[in-house]
């Protein structure tokens, strides 16, 4: 963190938080949509983290890298919640796409969507921890380290998990190719 | 950027080995060209990590909803005076608490001569004669009871040395 934002941070007032914290807001929704599969819920946790930096601004000078921080909190809020709400796991995320292009027929966007459609069930079936981690890296466009100290991983722990991960989707995009499963 | 040079690219993503930038320039071009027939499934997938990218929050009300939220920095300076005070309280009861335990225990393992000592001269005189003047009538009584055991012992005595003067003429 450089000295300046380690200065905005010791005096954090409203509009810094304002202008540095909150917009972050839209990655840590998604990441709480990732374990929640409800928007209400999502958005729940997201306020409460940010109440929960707000509160603890004065200690965010030691922090490295505060977003991660964010992202972190807003894992354990999340799995707190799937706890406490009895949920088996996580629930599937009801998705919809929008793939309407002009420079598609409507043939072709109905495809599309039911492509994505399917990855998103390959992608939900991933054991927990390989979801959260390309969700991570292929979604946000998290680096490594920054994986590592949000999920409170190491590296090594997270490089198999995505080689894991990504050669599952492979695996049965290369089936749904082939057979149009 | 050439279809080897993606299919290259996509090998080494299948690998988990490619970089961020890589991965970026990946994502660019399934982006902005017609992905080939044996490609279509990629492409849908990275075409569904943007579509998961694009959730968002309603920014004006959601902020809105946050900022209200937060605790303003009156209400924690009273929270932390509140906070701070009741851990002295807390402290302070704690103390006493001990004192009070301390000092009882000292009262009653206390010498009963030293607790029940009289501030007026006079008034320690009268009843030190009082005491004494009850020991001195124990005394007496004590000894009236002795002296009635000591003819006992007496009589057992005399009886012991006229047994064997009466065996002899026996």
Redesign the interface.
């Known amino acids: 963190m450089s000295g300046r934002l380690a200065f905005e941070f010791q005096y954090m007032n409203?509009e810094s938080?304002?202008n540095r914290v909150?917009p972050a807001?839209?990655k840590l929704?998604?990441f709480a949509?990732r374990f929640l599969g409800s928007e209400e819920d999502a958005?729940d946790v997201?306020?409460e983290v940010?109440?929960r930096v707000?509160?603890g601004r004065e200690q965010m000078t030691e922090i490295q890298n505060w977003e991660a921080w964010c992202m972190r909190i807003t894992r354990n809020l999340s799995l707190d919640r799937v706890r406490s709400n009895h949920r088996r796991q996580t629930r599937p995320m009801e998705?919809t796409?929008?793939?309407r292009q002009e420079a598609l027929t409507p043939h072709e966007s109905t495809e599309?969507s039911e492509?994505?459609h399917r990855?998103?069930q390959i992608?939900e079936a991933l054991p927990e921890k390989q979801r959260q981690i390309i969700?991570l890296?292929?979604?946000?466009?998290y680096?490594y380290n920054e994986i590592c100290e949000i999920l409170e991983l190491d590296m090594n722990q997270v490089?198999v998990n995505?080689?894991r991960a990504?050669?599952t989707?492979?695996e049965k995009?290369?089936k749904?190719?082939a057979y149009g499963l | 950027m050439d279809s080897n040079k993606i299919e290259a690219l996509l090998q080494k993503y299948w690998e988990a080995e490619t970089s961020q930038e890589e991965e970026q320039q990946l994502r660019e071009w399934f982006r902005n060209h017609q992905a080939p027939e044996p490609w279509k499934e990629t492409a849908a997938m990275f075409r569904y990590f943007d579509d998961t990218k694009k959730k968002s929050l309603d920014d004006a009300s959601f902020n809105a909803t946050v900022v209200s939220n937060l605790p303003t920095a009156e209400a924690g300076r009273i929270r932390k005076l509140v906070y701070n005070t009741l851990r002295i309280a807390a402290g302070v009861s704690v103390l006493c608490l001990a004192t009070w335990f301390v000092h009882t225990e000292m009262q009653e393992s206390a010498d009963p001569e030293v607790v029940d000592t009289y501030s007026d001269p006079k008034l320690a005189f009268e009843e030190t004669k009082k005491a004494l003047l009850l020991i001195s009538q124990s005394f007496g009584k004590a000894e009236k009871q002795a002296r009635k055991i000591n003819m006992f012992n007496e009589a057992q005595e005399e009886i012991k040395k006229e047994k064997p003067s009466q065996e002899q003429k026996l």
């Open positions: 409203l938080f304002q909150l807001k839209n929704f998604r949509l958005k997201v306020q940010f109440i707000w509160n998705e796409f929008d793939v599309i492509s994505m990855i998103s992608i969700h890296r292929d979604v946000e466009g680096s490089k995505l080689f990504r050669t989707v492979r995009l290369t749904m190719n």
